[in-house]
Structures are given as structure tokens and as C-alpha cells.
């Protein structure tokens, strides 16, 4: 069965850390590019950070410098690492795997809240 499952988000205070950690089975972990999401309430869903399958990274402005984006092809997991959180990261972290011309998959998301 294909899944991918976040675990690790929760609550936090502002200038905190999280690590959030997608696990996927069911696929062929290393040739999928994987990438993380968040959805703040009223908002649409926006790419935070994705690394690909050579391990380049990428990061959306609002989070350059505080977060960072790991893959372990052997655990077939990919971690995000959240620093200095700040209530605006508050939302629902989605992870996401894409290859190719294929349907993306998602995971069911984890909360993360970040108090001021």
C-alpha cells in the first residue's frame, strides 16, 4: 500500500524548533523528488521547501536560512527541519512525492501551531 505519514509537529513556542518527518512505503523512495507543504487556515497550500532525487534543495523565501531539508533514501524519509518559528508558520505540513508524469501522493498532514 502506497502511504506517505508526517509525524513530529505539535505545539511550540515562537523562536522554537520542530522536526517533521514524512515515512513512505509502499514506493520506490529514491527516484521520487519529495517536497513539504503547508496550509495556514484560510490560506491555499504553498511549497515550503522539496529536495530531488540528486539531493538539490530548494526553499520558498519565507523560510530560507530557518529551515532545511533532509532525505534518508535507506529509511525512505524525508525530514524537515524548522527553526526559529514564528506563529505566521503556524498551519497543516503536508509532505509530497512526485515523479515524473505520475500523480503526485500526499500524505494526511501534521499540525503544527506556533505560539506568539
Known amino acids: 500500500q502506497v502511504r506517505l505519514v508526517e509525524s513530529g509537529g505539535g505545539l511550540v513556542q515562537a523562536g522554537g524548533s520542530l522536526r517533521l518527518a514524512c515515512a513512505a512505503s509502499g514506493i520506490t523512495f529514491p527516484i521520487y523528488d519529495m517536497a513539504w507543504y503547508r496550509q495556514a487556515p484560510g490560506r491555499q497550500r504553498e511549497m515550503v521547501a522539496s529536495?530531488?532525487?540528486?539531493?538539490?534543495?530548494n526553499f520558498a523565501d519565507f523560510v530560507k536560512g530557518r529551515f532545511f531539508i533532509i532525505r534518508d533514501n535507506v529509511k525512505k524519509t524525508v525530514f524537515l527541519e524548522m527553526n526559529s518559528l514564528q506563529p505566521e508558520d503556524t498551519g497543516v505540513y503536508y509532505c509530497?512525492?512526485?515523479?515524473?508524469?505520475?500523480?503526485?501522493?500526499w500524505g494526511q498532514g501534521t499540525q503544527v501551531t506556533v505560539s506568539s
Open positions: 529536495i530531488t532525487v540528486a539531493r538539490i534543495t
Open positions: 509530497a512525492a512526485h515523479y515524473r508524469n505520475h500523480s503526485d501522493l
